[in-house]
């Protein structure tokens, strides 16, 4: 199936990749597309390194006996 690009703009953001690239219309829009794709499908490996970091940091400071109530938080500022 065709792809017609009707906005001028997109046309010559494409003519431009493709002649800095030296690469064709379609192989700019097609690098392109992939990149915008593995961007947006990209967040859950991020949450996933998040949450491996908070783990760690949560292993390393080791259990806490104390309750985190507003007596404690209070003592936090003075």
């Known amino acids: 199936m065709a792809l017609y690009v009707k906005d001028p703009e997109v046309d010559q953001m494409a003519e431009r990749l493709s002649r800095l690239a030296r690469i064709s219309k379609t192989e700019a829009v097609r690098r392109a597309l992939r990149r915008e794709l593995d961007h947006v ?4 490996d991020y949450v996933e390194r998040a949450m491996a970091f908070v783990r760690e940091l949560n292993a390393r400071a080791g259990p806490n006996g104390k309750p985190v109530d507003k007596a404690f938080i209070d003592s936090l500022y003075e």
């Open 41 to 44: 499908e990209a967040p859950n």
